[in-house]
């Protein structure tokens, strides 16, 4: 079909279909504007796979409210302090290693225990500011995503699985926030106003008791998604096209159950929580030599900031940047639309067994 046929195609309101194995399509220039784009798709000239009138409600609205004045402040006011909080930090670390400076001629093992010892809160507020400053612009510029809800749904996720999901985000959510009271309980000048030694006890067993309802949540999550969560050549796809959330464009993600991010995330909150249970054993019950407990905390801090960011990236995904979707994780449930347009493979395979 020429290109002229096909943009006349689109703005009838029809869409075109594209063949779910045939990467040519992942790289089409209107539908994914992007500087490493050269190939155009091929469309194939069947009939459209969802016709407008047998779904009405399923146009994806993407970022169709402008931005308001109050949030092109925030989002500026979130550069400033970036940008300011970095600047520190690059000045920090280039007198630290000037001669005289606090990590001059330390070796790399030295230097992180004291990076991510004495400066850690610094770090995780670094991360956590730069993302925060990331995501609002992501918001800002492209906005969210938005599906039919409420009708014709599929259960995706089941009752056992999502309970064991919630006690996983829940104990998460505390750690982190202990953790953070242990760092800045620790702080010089921070103590005395936040309670000091108090504050880093009560945050240490909160944290402590915390770690056994996530690690039995981890293991759960591991053994039941291990299977859905392989990685596979879909996957390689999925990160060319960035998911497809820096497009306002409606296209078809190429995705089983689970797309590439979420794999990610979940790799890292299942092992690296593991990891993290067992190197905060180490330095909770005092296990080792104190050379190897430096080790140990640096594995382990490096590990939380980690799993901070990524964290935040998925509270956003789920809350803001589609809309609805944090309900698949209360009634397990999404909306047959969302699975047809962001989990394309995963919608083609419930059609394929009748399961639609």
Same mark, same amino acid.
């Given at each position: 079909?020429?290109?002229?046929?096909?943009?006349?195609?689109?703005?009838?309101?029809?869409?075109?279909?594209?063949?779910?194995?045939?990467?040519?399509?992942?790289?089409?220039?209107?539908?994914?504007?992007?500087?490493?784009?050269?190939?155009?798709?091929?469309?194939?000239?069947?009939?459209?796979?969802?016709?407008?009138?047998?779904?009405?409600?399923?146009?994806?609205? !993407?970022?169709?409210?402008?931005?308001?004045? %109050?949030? &092109?402040? =925030?989002? $500026?006011?979130?550069?400033? #302090?970036?940008?300011?909080?970095?600047?520190?930090?690059?000045r920090l670390a280039s007198s630290g290693f000037e001669e005289g400076g606090a990590l001059a001629g330390l070796?790399?093992?030295?230097?992180?225990?004291?990076?991510?010892?004495?400066?850690?809160?610094? !770090?995780?507020?670094?991360?956590?500011?730069? %993302?925060? &400053?990331? =995501?609002? $612009?992501?918001?800002?510029? #492209?906005?969210?995503?938005?599906?039919?809800?409420?009708?014709?749904?599929?259960?995706?996720?089941?009752?056992?699985?999502r309970i064991n999901h919630w006690l996983a985000a829940l104990s998460c959510t505390v750690l982190i926030v202990?953790?953070?009271?242990?760092? !800045?309980?620790?702080?010089?000048?921070?103590?005395?106003?936040?309670?000091?030694?108090?504050?880093?006890?009560?945050?240490?067993?909160?944290?402590?008791?915390?770690?056994?309802?996530?690690?039995?949540?981890?293991?759960?999550?591991?053994?039941?998604?291990?299977?859905?969560?392989?990685?596979?050549?879909?996957?390689?796809?999925?990160?060319?096209?960035t998911g497809g959330y820096l497009s306002r464009k409606r296209q078809r993600i190429p995705a089983h159950m689970?797309?590439?991010?979420?794999?990610?995330?979940?790799?890292?909150?299942?092992?690296?929580?593991?990891?993290?249970?067992?190197?905060?054993?180490?330095?909770?019950?005092?296990?080792?030599?104190?050379?190897?407990?430096?080790?140990?905390?640096?594995?382990?801090?490096?590990?939380?900031?980690?799993?901070?960011?990524?964290?935040?990236?998925?509270?956003?995904?789920?809350?803001?940047?589609?809309?609805?979707?944090?309900?698949?994780?209360?009634?397990?449930?999404?909306?047959?639309?969302?699975?047809?347009?962001?989990?394309?493979?995963?919608?083609?395979?419930?059609?394929?067994?009748?399961?639609?």
């Amino acid at each position: 079909m020429p290109k002229n046929d096909a943009h006349a195609a689109r703005n009838a309101g029809e869409e075109e279909r594209t063949e779910p194995n045939d990467l040519s399509w992942v790289f089409e220039d209107d539908e994914f504007d992007t500087a490493a784009t050269t190939a155009r798709a091929r469309p194939l000239e069947e009939p459209p796979l969802r016709p407008d009138e047998d779904t009405p409600h399923s146009v994806v609205a !993407v970022g169709n409210a402008p931005p308001g004045i %109050l949030s &092109t402040v =925030l989002v $500026l006011i979130l550069i400033g #302090l970036s940008a300011g909080l970095g600047w520190w930090g690059y000045r920090l670390a280039s007198s630290g290693f000037e001669e005289g400076g606090a990590l001059a001629g330390l070796g790399w093992q030295d230097a992180s225990v004291l990076i991510l010892g004495k400066y850690l809160l610094w !770090v995780v507020a670094g991360v956590g500011l730069a %993302l925060a &400053t990331a =995501l609002s $612009l992501h918001y800002h510029l #492209l906005g969210p995503k938005v599906f039919a809800h409420g009708q014709d749904e599929v259960t995706v996720f089941s009752r056992v699985t999502r309970i064991n999901h919630w006690l996983a985000a829940l104990s998460c959510t505390v750690l982190i926030v202990t953790g953070i009271g242990i760092m !800045v309980g620790g702080t010089p000048g921070l103590e005395a106003i936040l309670g000091g030694n108090e504050v880093i006890l009560l945050a240490r067993h909160v944290h402590a008791a915390t770690t056994i309802v996530f690690t039995v949540s981890v293991v759960v999550m591991l053994l039941g998604w291990l299977t859905e969560m392989l990685p596979r050549m879909a996957d390689l796809r999925w990160l060319m096209v960035t998911g497809g959330y820096l497009s306002r464009k409606r296209q078809r993600i190429p995705a089983h159950m689970f797309n590439a991010g979420q794999k990610m995330w979940f790799w890292l909150i299942t092992l690296g929580g593991l990891v993290m249970t067992a190197t905060g054993a180490a330095m909770f019950f005092i296990f080792g030599s104190r050379e190897f407990l430096g080790k140990v905390a640096i594995a382990h801090n490096a590990l939380a900031i980690a799993i901070v960011a990524m964290y935040m990236v998925h509270v956003y995904m789920a809350v803001f940047a589609i809309r609805g979707t944090l309900g698949s994780m209360l009634h397990g449930k999404k909306g047959r639309d969302e699975l047809y347009v962001l989990h394309s493979l995963y919608h083609d395979e419930l059609e394929e067994h009748g399961e639609l």
